[in-house]
């Protein structure tokens, strides 16, 4: 059973930092991509970044690049999200999602395994 467990939630006002984490367990991920979507009130769920888990690949959604670091620890069997220049538009709900395949997927209806989700908030 794959377990995702979000953590990092908090309020930081514009321009400031937060890193999310999120743990995961019930399976070896080395051929898995982990993606991190949001969701904000009224809106659909988006992608937000993704990651392959045996080569670090990356990919970013436009309004992200260069905001925002996915990363992970083969480790820790974790992974992360550094956002900097927090802007008030990416307050929304974050969730962690895997999915088998070692490549990119942007679309969240392909991740089977979903996270609880964790609650980013920017004020201006």
């Known amino acids: 059973q794959v377990q995702l467990v979000e953590s990092g939630r908090g309020l930081v006002q514009a321009g400031g930092s937060l890193r999310l984490s999120c743990a995961a367990s019930?399976?070896?991920?080395?051929?898995?991509?982990m993606g991190w979507f949001r969701q904000a009130p009224g809106k659909e769920r988006e992608f937000v970044a993704v990651?392959?888990?045996?080569?670090?690949?990356?990919y970013y959604a436009d309004s992200v690049k260069g905001r925002f670091t996915i990363s992970r620890d083969n480790a820790k069997n974790t992974v992360y999200l550094q956002m900097n220049s927090l802007k008030p538009e990416d307050t929304a709900l974050y969730y962690c999602?895997?999915?088998?395949?070692?490549?990119?997927?942007?679309?969240?209806?392909?991740?089977?395994?979903w996270g609880q989700g964790t609650q980013v908030t920017v004020s201006s």
């Open positions: 999602a895997a999915r088998p395949g070692s490549y990119w997927v942007t679309a969240p209806e392909e991740y089977p395994y």
């Open positions: 019930g399976r070896t991920f080395t051929r898995y991509a």
């Open positions: 990651i392959t888990w045996s080569l670090g690949s990356t």
